[in-house]
């Protein structure tokens, strides 16, 4: 393996060893998922870790179960070389960077299928997503065992069947979500901005902008349906080409919201020409 600034482990005997080697130190672990193409968003994921971690494990996996035989699996951005240099720059300890078949070894068999938090908005569109996500993750915090593991609040569902699954499955680790690192327009940094072209870029920022006009009009009482469909008619006369979905949720279980019973989330997901953007925020005064 090249020479890279900070430790790359890609086999899971080597990451347990150098696990195993800070446990015996009584240092706590955090864990960063990522599937490289990093930005700010990661990078900022990994100074919430170090706030109560002493030792973190960042792991760039593009994960192929993931992805529809229809998605950009084979086009995804990988940038591995430069994510490692800002790890580094991060003070990021180690990165576990497995190949497909360390991962998912031949004879590879046995899926985590979650509910709940999984079903619906997403998985209307993908019903494959979350099913390779669980797994993964499930394997992740299997292979890092850490204390903690940090997710974006940008992937607000995901971040909800995350929680689900380490609830349901007595995981003894926490779940840190972390906000939206958004560009100065209000975009949400994600690593498939970069596929946006300058006219679509230019775009982007009103479905952050339509979903704020939505939060607001719920918070004041206005109907939730209504401002939704309002806010789709925004952002075709805007330019986007397909609404996927805008919905407004119980922030906590994803289900139907009710002010008198919890804090809401309004999601979102619409296609700015070949790219899918999706976006998320709260309800709250």
């Not at 971690?53 to 179960?65: E, H, K, M």
């Not at 940038?79 to 190949?99: G, N």
């Not at 669980?134 to 995350?162: H, M, N, R, S």
Request: negative net charge.
């Amino acid at each position: 393996m090249p020479d890279f600034p900070i430790p790359v482990s890609a086999t899971v005997a080597d990451l347990r060893l150098r696990v195993r080697t800070w446990r015996s130190e009584g240092l706590r672990v955090g864990l960063v998922p990522t599937m490289g193409a990093l930005h700010e968003g990661h990078i900022s994921l990994v100074r919430i870790a170090q706030q109560t971690c002493d030792r973190i494990v960042t792991s760039i996996f593009v994960n192929p179960t993931q992805f529809a035989p229809t998605e950009d699996f084979s086009t995804y951005p990988r940038t591995f070389d430069d994510d490692v240099a800002q790890l580094a720059e991060a003070d990021c300890h180690l990165v576990w960077a497995p190949t497909p078949s360390e991962m998912y070894p031949e004879g590879f068999a046995t899926r985590v299928v979650p509910a709940g938090a999984a079903e619906g908005l997403e998985t209307d569109f993908r019903p494959h997503f979350f099913g390779g996500v669980a797994t993964v993750c499930t394997k992740l915090f299997q292979q890092v065992t850490p204390d903690i593991a940090v997710f974006g609040e940008k992937d607000f569902q995901q971040l909800a069947v995350i929680r689900q699954i380490v609830r349901d499955l007595d995981m003894p680790l926490s779940i840190v979500g972390a906000p939206t690192v958004r560009e100065a327009d209000g975009l949400a940094m994600s690593s498939r901005n970069r596929y946006l072209s300058a006219d679509e870029r230019r775009t982007a920022p009103l479905i952050h902008e339509v979903i704020s006009g939505v939060a607001a009009h719920v918070l004041e009482g206005g109907n939730a349906d209504s401002a939704c469909a309002e806010a789709a008619r925004q952002l075709t006369a805007g330019g986007f080409q397909k609404i996927d979905y805008i919905a407004v949720r119980d922030a906590a279980t994803l289900g139907a919201y009710d002010p008198k019973k919890g804090a809401g989330r309004v999601l979102a997901a619409a296609w700015l020409g070949k790219t899918r953007l999706i976006d998320n925020i709260a309800i709250e005064s």
